[in-house]
């Protein structure tokens, strides 16, 4: 089973504070994503990456950077943590050319006071 | 990319075959059309994905008219395990993908 996970499972944070989000896949996937989920509003795209060390922005990538330094590793950075990014992050896996099908992790909640 | 309309809820009995549709009205050649299940602290989990006609796999079947503007997911038999909130996406998948994922339509299944 491909098996996308990620760093935590909850995290809680200060203001200001530069935060790291971690996820590895171990399916030797291409491309990886990071999505954010709030009440509402579903799922919506940060960044993704089709390469190492290659990344493109998604429809909300402002407060945010990534890193892919090695495939199966993909960083979402929150340069200086605000309370409106208080919510689910999702990070997710899928193949290059396979198709579309992606494999998501379990999510970390993040919590901004 | 095209954005998605579907219903926000749904309610079922155990054992009824449900039916879900989506509206793509501004659909792309090069779009797929994938559809995914999320159950409550879980990540979403890949349904089936479809590019024209019927696709079916051991847990659902696709719908695909043929002008794409639309889709439906059949789910035959939904048991209480069913119970969860279904996304139907658009996709296109050329050297990476974007996807843009509607508010999903929570269905509730009953005894």
């Known amino acids: 089973d491909v098996k996308v996970t990620q760093s935590s499972r909850y995290l809680v944070k200060r203001t200001g504070e530069k935060v790291f989000l971690e996820c590895v896949q171990d399916?030797?996937?291409?491309?990886m994503f990071w999505y954010r989920q709030d009440p509402g509003l579903g799922l919506r795209l940060i960044y993704f990456?089709?390469?190492?060390?290659?990344?493109e922005k998604g429809d909300i990538p402002e407060g945010y950077s990534v890193s892919r330094e090695k495939k199966e590793r993909f960083s979402l950075i929150l340069e200086s943590a605000s309370t409106n990014q208080t919510s689910m992050y999702l990070c997710?896996?899928?193949?290059?050319?396979?198709?579309?099908?992606?494999?998501f992790g379990q999510g970390t909640r993040l919590t901004v006071v | 990319l095209a954005k998605t309309t579907q219903p926000i809820s749904m309610d079922s009995y155990e054992g009824q075959e449900v039916n879900i549709t989506c509206s793509h009205n501004?659909?792309?050649?090069?779009?797929?059309i994938t559809w995914y299940q999320q159950f409550p602290s879980q990540g979403p989990r890949f349904i089936i994905q479809g590019y024209k006609t019927k696709v079916t796999n051991e847990v659902a079947s696709l719908f695909i008219p043929a002008d794409r503007k639309s889709s439906t997911l059949s789910l035959p038999r939904v048991s209480l395990s069913d119970t969860a909130v279904y996304y139907c996406?658009?996709?296109?998948?050329?050297?990476?993908?974007?996807?843009?994922f509607g508010a999903g339509t929570r269905l509730f299944v009953k005894a």
């Open positions: 997710a896996s899928s193949p290059g050319t396979l198709g579309t099908e992606a494999f």
């Open positions: 399916m030797d996937h291409e491309n």
């Open positions: 501004n659909i792309a050649t090069n779009d797929y």
């Open positions: 996406l658009v996709a296109r998948n050329t050297g990476g993908f974007k996807t843009i």
């Open positions: 990456s089709y390469d190492v060390k290659m990344k």
